[in-house]
């Protein structure tokens, strides 16, 4: 882990109050996940505990306190994708990329997630690859898909 980085994070927050949130996210966002040594790194230098930083870092499911792939995969499986076949999307999702749902792939191309919703229902079901949202989703559209992000 570059420690530099870390503090480069940090420094862009000097002074500033209630800034955990943000700068862990900046973590993820930076290295793809939180390692145990930024969170080391933050406790230092804003003279918060490790156990608390832990607990913000586990709460939200934006971090990660295990590495993560170059692209987060996540199917919903709300109600309304549920009943449009979300479970056959994401069975196609785990079998094309030879994971279950919370894994990653040995390559660490993928991280595959399931959310419960994605606050799109009218789109079901949806498939979300990083950014980008895919709807109506087929299982013969998850291959195609996934190809675009190797």
Known sequence: MDVEKIDGIIDGYVDEEGVLIQILLD???ELNWVPKEAIMEVSKRLQIPISQIYRVAS????MSLTPMGRHLVQVCLGTACHVRGAPKILNKVENTL???????TEDMMFTLRTVNCLGCCAMGPVMVVDEDYHGKMKTSDV???LERYE
């Open 27 to 29: 973590i993820q966002r």
């Open 59 to 62: 709460f939200y499911t934006a």
């Open 98 to 104: 030879k994971i279950k749902a919370g894994e990653t």
């Open 143 to 145: 291959n195609g898909i």
